[in-house]
């Protein structure tokens, strides 16, 4: 299964994709993982991309496509694999078109999170991720079962990301309407479009996530 998972930041995209991955037996490719471990890293890319992304503001669409096709590039993408935060642009969406009929491959379907801006400020200011291994965690909805302590590597520094300020929360909201938006209207020709709710617990979404899937496998 090919998959596109859309969604203003904090609406729970990387959770829900995480566990479609596994659900799916397909990766995640989720490109702002990928840039924080160029930024982590001090690589070239990193350098380049750290300023947009403190800033709240997209890493140009040329950095972001090379990125993405390199990485599916990779044999385990091979069988399928679930975008989690790509594409974020009209030129990224028709640049991943490029990619994929190169790689003479189609996507199966497109998911939009939505939710309303109040319920992702809220969200997004109480994420925090261990230092050590990029676990997230949400002090209201997903806390570590020992506070401070990371469940998955015992690492004991989560903090909070640069770009979770509300100040940043907010600009990167405003870039989601401006930018990322207009994908859905990109997308809904194809007929592969499911809009889902994304006001429920992690579980409710994912549900709603797995019944709008093309085939409906079976839920867990
Ligand atoms: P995320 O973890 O998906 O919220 O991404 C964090 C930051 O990385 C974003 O605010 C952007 O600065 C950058 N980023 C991630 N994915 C993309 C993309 N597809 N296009 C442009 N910038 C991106």
Redesign the pocket.
């Known amino acids: 299964m090919r998959l596109i998972l859309i969604g203003p ?1 904090g609406v729970g995209k ?1 959770t829900q994709a995480q566990r479609l991955a596994e659900h799916l037996g397909i990766p995640q490719v ?4 990928m ?1 924080r471990v160029h930024v982590r890293d001090k690589t070239d890319l990193g350098k380049q ?1 750290q300023s ?2 403190n800033k ?4 140009p ?1 040329d950095v ?1 496509l090379a990125m993405a096709e390199a990485r599916l590039r990779e044999p385990d993408a091979a069988g399928g694999f679930i975008l ?6 009209v030129p ?1 969406g028709v640049g991943l078109g490029v990619i994929l009929k190169r790689l003479d491959v189609t996507l199966d379907a497109i998911v939009a999170i939505t939710v309303k801006q109040d319920v992702i400020l809220t969200r997004l200011v109480a994420r925090r991720s261990c230092v050590q291994c990029g676990a997230v965690y949400n002090l209201v909805v997903k806390p570590p079962k020992t506070m401070g302590v990371c469940d998955a590597c015992g690492g004991a520094e989560l903090i909070q990301r640069e ?1 979770d300020r509300p100040e940043t929360i907010r600009k ?1 909201f405003a870039v989601y309407q401006e930018q990322t938006f207009p994908l859905l209207a990109y997308y809904r020709p194809t007929g592969l479009l499911r809009e889902v709710a994304g006001g429920g617990t992690v579980d409710e979404i994912f549900n709603n996530i797995v019944a709008a899937l093309p085939g409906k496998p079976d839920q867990d």
Do not use: E, K, N
């Not at 989720?30 to 993982?33: L, P």
């Not at 709240?56 to 890493?59: C, F, K, P, S, T």
């Open positions: 930041p990387g989720a490109t702002g993982d840039l991309a947009y992304m709240g503001q997209l890493v669409d972001i989690d935060g790509f594409p974020r642009t990224q770009d990167r």
